[in-house]
């Protein structure tokens, strides 16, 4: 590894972060990449944490994420995207031939602070991204309802659908509901 595939101006220089993981950083970018198995290794250390696709509430994301396709420092070949949580977040990239992982500069810091430094491999399988999606939908869809029915009444129907999910006999409520068209 010596010139960055995401910049293409920095070089690419061995580097012992404080936790101890061993990364190859951009010394242009700031970008990172691991190597997945000396990465495995060095989660083994960790203490676990409860990971999740939902967006953090209160921590912002580094800079917006590249949007190209990146070359893999390793091998060439291209590397795949993964988006770490719901809506606009960042990506992990990913190449599954030599089981390299790439990312931009602030990411590291922004999973740490979010709690997902150690599910970096979790983030790439197909449940995490089905649930991620799900959750990009649900959150687009609520925005749709927002724009519709304007800020207060769309507090209104959040509370309505709070008391609702809180009711046992909530089946035959919206039975009753639907009658009223």
């Not at 995490?128 to 309802?145: F, G, M, P, Y």
């Amino acid at each position: 590894m010596s010139t960055c595939t995401c910049c293409h101006q920095g070089q690419l220089q061995p580097l012992t972060l404080d936790n101890g993981l061993f990364v190859y950083a951009c010394n242009a970018c700031q970008g990172y990449a691991l190597d997945i198995a000396t990465y495995l290794d060095w989660r083994r250390e960790q203490p676990p944490l409860q990971a999740s696709p939902h967006a953090p509430v209160g921590i912002q994301p580094p800079h917006a994420d590249h949007r190209h396709a990146l070359h893999c420092p390793a091998c060439q070949r291209l590397m795949l995207k993964y988006r770490v949580h719901a809506g606009d977040s960042p990506s992990i990239d990913t190449c599954l031939r030599c089981d390299c992982i790439w990312l931009d500069g602030g990411e590291w810091d922004y999973l740490q602070a979010i709690g997902l430094h150690t599910s970096l491999t979790a983030i790439s399988t197909a449940a995490w991204q089905a649930r991620r999606a799900q959750l990009t939908v649900n959150l687009r869809r609520a925005e749709q309802d927002r724009e519709q029915l304007g800020d207060e009444v769309y507090a209104q129907a959040q509370q309505v659908l709070a008391w609702l999910q809180e009711q046992p006999e909530r089946k035959h409520i919206l039975k009753m509901l639907h009658r009223l068209n």
